[in-house]
Nanobody, 124 residues
Framework: QLQLVESGGGLVQPGGSLRLSCLGS????????IGWFRQAPGKEREAVLC????????NYVDSVKGRFTISRDDAKNTVYLQMNNLKPEDTAVYYC?????????????????WGQGTQVTVSS
């Protein structure tokens, strides 16, 4: 069974950092792009960052540029989202997703498999 499992969320103060992990189970992530999405209360789910199978990254949210980075460790079958200098507006449930293709997409309907989500709360 193909699964993606996120971890690493939590409560952090403004200016703090978190690293989210997305572990693949039942399939090898290195052949596919992996995207990170987020959904804040009352808002639509949005793409944040994506890494394709070659390691090229795509950033879809201007406000995270210079603060968030995506990376992959194919030996661990894991993709990471490093989030620095977190702001209250980053509060959301964060999901990783796989389109089962090598290419990144902005639109959520392109993604076939989703993790269960991990809550990130930025608050003092």
């Amino acid at each position: 069974q193909l699964q993606l499992v996120e971890s690493g969320g939590g409560l952090v103060q403004p200016g703090g950092s978190l690293r989210l992990s997305c572990l693949g189970s039942g399939f090898t992530l290195e052949y596919y792009a992996i995207g990170w999405f987020r959904q804040a209360p009352g808002k639509e789910r949005e793409a944040v960052l994506c890494v394709n199978n070659s390691g090229f990254t795509s950033n879809y949210v201007d406000s995270v540029k210079g603060r968030f980075t995506i990376s992959r460790d194919d030996a661990k079958n894991t993709v990471y989202l490093q989030m620095n200098n977190l702001k209250p507006e980053d509060t959301a449930v964060y999901y990783c997703a796989a389109p089962m293709q090598a290419t990144c997409f902005r639109d959520s309907y392109e993604y076939d498999y989703w993790g269960q989500g991990t809550q990130v709360t930025v608050s003092s």
